[in-house]
């Protein structure tokens, strides 16, 4: 077992871990995602020409037709070579050319440091009872490229239907317009990140078809959309029950939760299209996503993953976001597996202890604690017990079934425990946490920004350290000039990135700097644009 894993990793060092090129996913119908008034989308940059695919030096071109940025840095080829120089890490940002992205946003990347592959694609070392052999697994960790994407648009949604009944002409051209930012920081591959990054947005606009008279109408949503002219009111369910009915009164449903509840969907059907098409389309890995959606006055923050989003709003910090790690949702991966013990096979316990219990140790009592406890008790330990802890390690090494070391996001349906069957997909959530914000309750000023940061910024940085930068880079502009979100995007990517050294990246403290992928979007509050 141990030389087939040590093949694997030769096999990873030598090809890079990068995928064969990827044909590109059919997008959805209808996808126009921006009105006429909106600006257009960059043209994407031209690929590298693909080699032969021998071993050899044309091998490296090849790989690298399967890398790609966010098209809103409108990257030349020459461009595109810069950002995966992972020894250099040059910051990208979107050209300084006149057509900025909307809101004025400001966005910022550099590669990962390549000094940490392929170290960090190795998890932890864990002894299987079933076997009796050491073996090592490779996590769902980093390839050779840049695996975080971006996204920024403005997409128009028209209605599908007419709720009111009136005909289905009146109601044209009165949809609605959303804006909205998307960070995907990609693990095992870049092709989910990639998918999630061009068609995300497009499954939110399809939910919110149903939704756009409902949202522009103030009174409250129907209970249920009307069908066909004749049939009963189904909003009402007397018609059903009849006059003994104990249902005396209905649930309030507001404007808010629709909107929440169409981006959660939209994240379902985007992790299910990605599990239609892995194969045909080689949508490798998965992905962490964090999307902010601006709609009708209020700001929509979605995450799934372990990036982060932040207000700094005249200097206090609003957190908009929290990570979903193994130690923060220990319980619900504990639940499942204790609901469903076939999920763990025989090697793996949902219990949790200090340490790795020794078959010595059988017998004894030992603290413990399960998915129904937040503090610790005793235990006498069992033989089942000497199984390998579903959530292992603590802090940035906490990992699921020793594998992967965050528990939700899009993607990862390939992904299983390595010299295993067991999939680890079941206890990975595609369920996003939305938060909302409401831009009318505040009058804000130009210096008030949301802040959207990958795993590769919060790592190294505070969010007291991001405020204070965002106080210190936007009072050396002027209010009006929309640049000075791009040069905070790049502030906060250069301070978590460091400066390279003698031995390594490193911050002014002489801490260690980021070595994972690093993106960064700045969306004013204050600024450009009318919240009405």
């Avoid at 969907?265 to 239609?276: I, K, V, Y």
Wanted: with cysteine.
């Amino acid at each position: 077992m141990l030389n087939r894993v040590r093949s694997a990793v030769a096999h990873l060092v030598s090809s890079g871990g990068a995928p064969p090129p990827r044909p590109k996913s059919p997008d959805l119908p209808n996808a126009a995602s921006a009105p006429p008034a909106a600006a257009p989308e960059a043209p994407r940059s031209p690929p590298a020409k693909a080699g032969s695919g021998s071993a050899t030096p044309a091998k490296a071109v090849e790989t690298r037709a399967s890398f790609s940025r966010p098209t809103f840095l409108q990257l030349s080829p020459g461009g595109l070579r810069r950002a995966d120089d992972h020894a250099g890490r040059a910051v990208q940002s979107p050209p300084d050319t006149g057509r900025r992205l909307p809101w004025s946003t400001g966005y910022a990347d550099p590669p990962f440091s390549s000094s940490l592959w392929p170290g960090s694609q190795v998890a932890v070392t864990f002894l299987s009872l079933a076997s009796r052999h050491r073996r090592r697994v490779i996590n769902a960790g980093k390839s050779r490229h840049n695996e975080d994407q971006a996204c920024c648009e403005v997409v128009y949604v028209e209605g599908r239907r007419s709720v009111t009944g009136a005909p289905r002409e009146l109601s044209r051209g009165q949809g609605l317009c959303f804006y909205y930012w998307g960070l995907f920081d990609g693990h095992a591959g870049g092709g989910a990140a990639e998918m999630a990054s061009r068609l995300l947005h497009r499954h939110i606009r399809e939910q919110l078809k149903d939704l756009v008279e409902i949202l522009q109408d103030p009174s409250p949503p129907p209970l249920c959309l009307p069908t066909t002219p004749g049939t009963p009111d189904s909003s009402d369910p007397s018609h059903l029950l009849g006059p003994q009915s104990c249902w005396s009164s209905q649930k309030e449903v507001t404007h808010e939760s629709l909107v929440v509840g169409a981006i959660e969907n939209a994240f379902q059907l985007m992790d299910e299209q990605m599990a239609r098409e892995r194969r045909g389309h080689q949508v490798e890995g998965g992905c962490c996503a964090l999307v902010v959606v601006y709609l009708l006055g209020k700001v929509y923050v979605a995450n799934a993953g372990d990036s982060r989003a932040i207000i700094v709003r005249n200097g206090e910090i609003i957190p908009m976001s929290r990570e979903f790690t193994p130690e923060t949702e220990r319980q619900r991966l504990q639940l499942l597996g204790f609901l469903k013990p076939e999920l763990l096979g025989s090697e793996f316990t949902h219990l949790e202890f200090p340490r790795r219990v020794l078959p010595k140790e059988l017998g004894q009592r030992m603290l413990y604690r399960d998915q129904n406890m937040t503090g610790w008790a005793y235990k006498k330990i069992e033989l089942e017990d000497l199984r390998f802890p579903l959530v292992c390690g603590e802090g940035k090494k906490a990992r699921v079934m020793a594998t992967i070391g965050v528990t939700r996001g899009l993607g990862d349906h390939n992904l299983k425990v390595c010299s295993s069957t067991l999939p680890i997909k079941p206890f990975l959530s595609c369920f996003p946490e939305v938060r909302v914000y409401d831009l009318t309750q505040y009058e804000h000023c130009p210096d008030d920004v949301l802040v959207l940061g990958t795993d590769g910024l919060w790592d190294v940085t505070t969010d007291y350290e991001v405020a204070a930068t965002v106080d210190r880079v936007l009072s050396a502009y002027e209010p009006n000039d929309h640049s000075r979100y791009t040069a905070l995007a790049q502030a906060l990517v250069l301070g978590a990135r460091g400066t390279p050294r003698d031995r390594g990246w490193r911050l002014p403290n002489n801490k260690l700097g980021s070595g994972d992928d690093i993106s960064v979007f700045v969306i004013p509050l204050g600024g450009p644009g009318s919240y009405s």
